[in-house]
């Protein structure tokens, strides 16, 4: 894979269960509940030195639930950017759908909202030379909807069996073993 990833490719990274730790049944509220996975910082940190753009696209239907506000939820990525930036990375930007899924609303993964409102903000991303990582069945059909690379993270047991039926490029245990992969095959 010569010439891959490079500094063309934009990264998409689903949040929980990737970034952070998933709150089984719940959500991250507040910045005490959000907690890195270990290594993801380290990971966030070595792929945005080697990608155009990283990304961020998460569902965050507990603000439509009423569990959260906006503000909140804006907090916490303030906080979760503002560790990345402390260790040398970036993150370009953070999507977040706030509506029930019941609604299926185009921000929603697997629609492709937030990756087309992406494409608005930075004109230059390219989804065939784009990624996106994930642990949902939801974040691997958003990505093939696009015609991204797809990467997913194994966890989710209730999503590993429906993401066996995907056409998914690469299976990693952690944010860091797809970093890993990265780094090799640069």
Known sequence: MKNFPNKNWTLFLD????????????????????????????????????FNK???????????????TAQELELVHNQ?????????????????????????????????GMALQAQKD?????????????DSASDMEFGIR?????VFIEGKEEDYE?????DIDWRFTSLKGFTNFCLLNM
């Open 122 to 134: 930075f004109p230059s991303i390219n989804f065939k030379e784009s990624i996106m990582v994930g």
């Open 15 to 50: 949040r929980d269960g990737v970034i952070n730790e998933r709150i089984s049944g719940s959500y991250v509220r507040n910045w005490e509940e959000f907690e890195f996975m270990h290594g993801s910082l380290d990971a966030v940190v070595e792929l945005s030195a080697l």
């Open 80 to 112: 979760m950017l503002e560790e990345v930036d402390a260790k040398g990375g970036k993150i370009n930007k953070v999507y977040y759908c706030p509506e029930l899924g019941i609604h299926n609303p185009p921000c929603r993964k697997p629609n492709s």
């Open 54 to 68: 990283v990304l961020v696209v998460t569902n965050q239907q507990g603000i439509g639930k009423g569990i959260m």
């Open 146 to 150: 696009l015609g991204m690379k797809t």
């Open 162 to 166: 429906e993401s066996l039926t995907l």
